[in-house]
């Protein structure tokens, strides 16, 4: 046996587990326990590190500022005891036990643990297994605890059952007698809010003028427009099941929604505050370069123009190649866009195609997902490897995610169906649309805005366009 000395100063360190689900002694019990052993071993104390609720496991993936500053100490050799409620306190990651263990090896720290009511010495073999043992006993038991939850929570999303937090809308039921989650239903007072944020979103009105009239925050309105619990579906490790519980909105409301926030050419740095039709739409037919606005100082009065002191043209913002007044391209853009929308046959010619193209590629989707789950089955069962179900995931996988995106994509914007309503007030709904709308639906319709610049020779009149230095090229689909 190997002579230690005798403890002279002593390091205390409380932590309450992160799992409030535990009954366990708080950090103020663990102190006064500790406090009492010192007193009865005469050691005085040096340090006490109390630590908030944080999970020593390693799935927690937050630091313990307290552990580590206990960690510094003991290689300084600021005490020469470790008082612990029980090992599982300290921490439960194999590799960083046991490189506490070997610190305290090394500086002839002892470790007590109140729990064992017992003082274990590392630099004694017998006493640094036993130790160790413990440590990876703790971390046994923290694999266990995750497969545990891992499971339960797969269970409950194959099942549809709410599981975290409420999503914005909804509120939870409970048991009266047990507190057992029955499950979720609409809010009364937050659901109108959701059904609103979609219907306004789908209208064209800017997130920024969607949190500005409803009171909420962008945060709000963003994870609403995202989050598929409002169609009644659950995510869980990126799979989507059906739930138990009221949807707040149609799934077509919802997906078309995804198929605006998903497009590329949405743009995303100040979409509340677009002012301007065909800025960063239109470019020069000189060198491609986007068009932008610029203001330029008029010679007459104009009230209509600014207050008569400036008025906004597109200009080319590589070399200014080509410049045209705003008022006159927004005029003659939106007449083109009435008129194509105002023919009889376009509105059963986009939607049809596009409800078809939804429905192919959500079959597409269902029908890759049975297969994958044919050869999850099959590996459950044992008739399939590990790495042969790695290599079918791996082929199927990034398949489901590209025909979930077509189906999100081919579905029609919303403010565009509601254009292609076969009505004869085309052109006084889409004077009614906010800017960020018709803009939405210039993308959809037009391929590019080609504005040439001004030829020799070549003038317009002041109400008036030059309609040869206009291109505007039509989508084929």
Known sequence: MVETATPRTAGIYARVSADRRKQERSVDEQEVEARRVCADAGWSIAEVYREDPISASRFSGKDRPEWARLLADMTTGRFDVLVLWESSRGDRTPESWLGMLSTARDKGTAVHVVSHERTYDPRVPRDWKALADDGLDSAYESEKTSLRVRRTKAASAVAGRPDGRPPFGYRRRYDSTTGALLGQEPDPETAPVVREIFRQFVAGTPILEIVRVLKVTRAIVTTTLHNPAHIAHRRHNGDSYPADWEPLVDEATFYAVQRILS???????????????????????????????????????????????????????????????????????????????????????????????????????????????????????????????????????????????????????????????????????????????????????IDAIRVHPTSLGRTSSYNAIDERRVEVEWRSS
């Not at 254009?419 to 939405?440: F, N, Q, S, T, Y």
Request: proline residues 6%; aromatic residues 4%.
């Open 263 to 445: 497009d590329p050419a949405r743009r995303r740095t100040r979409p509340g505050r677009t002012t301007h039709l065909l800025s960063y739409l239109a470019t020069c037919g000189a060198c491609g370069a986007h068009l932008s606005v610029r203001y330029i100082p008029t010679r007459t009065a104009d009230r209509t123009t600014n207050q008569g002191r400036s008025r906004p043209i597109y200009v080319c913002k590589a070399g200014s190649h080509a410049a045209i007044r705003e008022d006159w391209l927004d005029r003659f853009v939106s007449e083109l866009v009435v008129a194509r929308l105002s023919r009889p046959d376009i509105y059963p010619a986009l939607t049809a195609a596009d409800d078809t193209a939804v429905v192919a590629a959500r079959g597409e989707a269902e029908a890759l997902r049975a297969r994958m789950e044919e050869f999850i089955d099959s590996a459950a069962k044992g008739e399939l490897s590990a790495v042969a179900l790695a290599r079918v995931e791996a082929r199927l996988l990034p398949q489901i995610a590209d025909a979930e995106k077509r189906a999100t994509l081919a579905a029609t914007p919303p403010v565009l169906r509601q254009l292609l309503e076969p009505r004869a007030d085309v052109a006084e709904r889409w004077a009614g649309l906010p800017i960020a709308a018709r803009k939405d639906v210039v993308r959809v319709l």
